[in-house]
Structures are given as C-alpha cells and as structure tokens.
C-alpha cells in the first residue's frame, strides 16, 4: 500500500462524517483490519493514518481488503432505492405516510431512512412532504375547491400544519454564515464541461458554488464573493464532486446527492431547499415554488432566489419556468437553461 491511496481531506471528512451522499464514490479500507467500507458504515471510525481510499469496489478487493458486514458495500444501490421509493410514496400515498410506516414500506428503520434521505435530497422527509403537500393543496384550490377541504385533502392532518415551519435548511444555517467568508477555507477547480467552463468550489462540509463562465473570470468572481476566505486550487481534491457533475451533466446521474453549505439568506436558503424537490425531467413555475414555500405572495422574490442561486446544478434553478410555460431568465444563460431542459426532457442515459 502507498501513501497515494490516502484520504484527500473531503474524503476524510466523508468517512468521519460517515457520509452517505459520498456513498459510490469511493471506499476506504482500514490498513488495520484488512476491511472495506463505504463512507456511511456505522462501524467505529478509523484512525486517519490507517485509511486507503479505492475508487471501486474492486480495486479494494484487488488491494487484498475484504468488504465489511456491517455496511455491505457491494448493496450501494439498496440505500438509494429505498430514497427513491419513499419519494414516491410520498409523492402519491393518501393521506401521507407516517415515518414509521414509510420506514417500514421501504425496509429502513425510521432514523436510517431519515439519514439516507435527507443526505440524498438535501431535504428532511418533512420538508419534502411539506413541499409535496402544498403543491397538492395548490392543484385542489386550482381546481375550485374551498381552502379547508383543499387543505384536508391535500393530506394536511389539519389546516395549521401546512404553516409549520421547516426548521432544518440546506447547509450551514444564515447564522453560522459569516459574511465574506471569514475563517472558512474554500477548495476550488476550475473543469470544461459540456456546457462550457465550470467553477467547482467547496468547503470541508460541502458544495458552495458550482457555476459557469469563462475560465479567465470564474476564480476572480469566487474572490470577490468571499475576499475573507482562504481559497485553495485543488482539482484532485474536488474530483468526486467535478466527476458527479460532468456524469449529470451528460445526463447518466439524474440524482446529484452531493453536500451543500451555499451563503444565503433564510429566504434564499428555504427556496433553494424547495428547489431541490423538483424532480429530474419536471419542471415548476415561480408561483407554484413560492406555493411550496407557503408564501404564495413572494413570486417576484422566489425569481430572484434561483436567479442568485450559487450552486448550479444541484439546486436546479433550471427547473422553474414562468407561468406561462416561457423559458424565464438563467443566472448563466437561457441557451444553458434550455440545454438542461432538453437534456432532461430526452430521459436519463442508462
Ligand atoms: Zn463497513
């Protein structure tokens, strides 16, 4: 074993904070049990020193590790499923699930479930059935129902929970943000992507801009933005997040279950958390978002959260049009806008 096979700090924060969005991306095995691991295994946490990361399963086990019990890292994809089907459900079930029983139709226990989710959406299960609800609540009361039954039958227990506030946001909370970036040090790589120059940039704890540009701009642009910060160029560190991007981008990872930290406002935080529940291939409007975020009045500030979103992609400003069905603006351009739209719209490559 040589030193190349050390954790890059992101990959040492992934296992230490036994992230299941990393889950795919790498596998660690520990020099001092001869087992492998995906980042989210439970087991105890390694000593940094004793940790090899692998890019596949079979490089760990040609590297002489056996794969751990606990995790089983060969089932990577049952995790997944389970995301996936519980959006689902909660996406069509009447009323709607409890956790208990949306634990028990998937095959997680509630808090696994609630940990999986949250990492693979960047949303709680509450949030997400507080969004899926109010969009339902907004298709009753278009189709002429009065606002109480819209709201009972839109699978509120009673009318007050549709204003129960969504108390865990995407990231750092706006408290914990500090102006400019102070004390924070930030890894960036500027790549090509098919869809021209992208600025790639994060924190230890996640994604906090993943923009377009030009090449000769983009590191000036993330300067002025956090002039306190420390930034890093690091392409090998960014890697997992740059090889994500660039597979979504040609359309072969709907899902981008990456970390995120982006710099807002509570308000800007909540409609990018609304964001991210827009499915691969769908699209919404700027009212029905405001909808979703239970402030039906704020479509004008709704437009100018996605049109100041930091993190392209992975909150997919892209995905909201104008009532009308027209295209609406794009922070980086309505040719890119349209080109994700298509994109999407043609179905994932298998
Ligand atoms: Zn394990």
Known sequence: MTHTNAPTDLQWQAVQSRSAAHDGQF???VRSTGIFCRPSCPSRRPKRENVAIFPSLEDA?????????????AHISAAQQAVAHAQ????????????VGLAAAVGLSPFHLQRVFKAATGVSLKQYA??????????????????TAALYDGGHASPRTLYDPATDQLGMSPGQYRAGGEGQ?????VTQSVLGPLLVAATQRGLVAVRFGEVSTLEAELRTEYPKATLKQDEA???????????HLVGARPELALPLEPAGT???QRVWAALKTIPYGQTRSYAQVAQIIGQPQAVRAVAQACAANPVGL?????????????????????????????????????
């Open 27 to 29: 596998y660690y095995g």
């Open 266 to 268: 509570a308000f800007q």
């Open 61 to 73: 086990a040609a590297a002489g590790f056996r794969a751990c019990r606990r995790c089983t890292p």
């Open 88 to 99: 689902h459900l909660l996406d069509t079930a009447e009323p709607t699930p409890s956790l």
């Open 185 to 189: 040090t930030i890894t960036f790589a």
């Open 130 to 147: 507080i969004a899926q609800r109010a969009a339902r609540t907004k298709a009753h009361l278009q189709a002429g129902a009065s606002v």
């Open 237 to 247: 560190a960014l890697a997992p997040y740059v090889d994500a991007l660039a597979t």
């Open 314 to 350: 992975v909150v997919p400003c892209h995905r909201v049009l104008r009532s009308s069905g027209a295209l609406g603006g794009y922070r980086w351009g309505t040719d890119r806008k349209r080109a994700l739209l298509d994109r999407e719209a043609a179905g994932p490559v298998a």
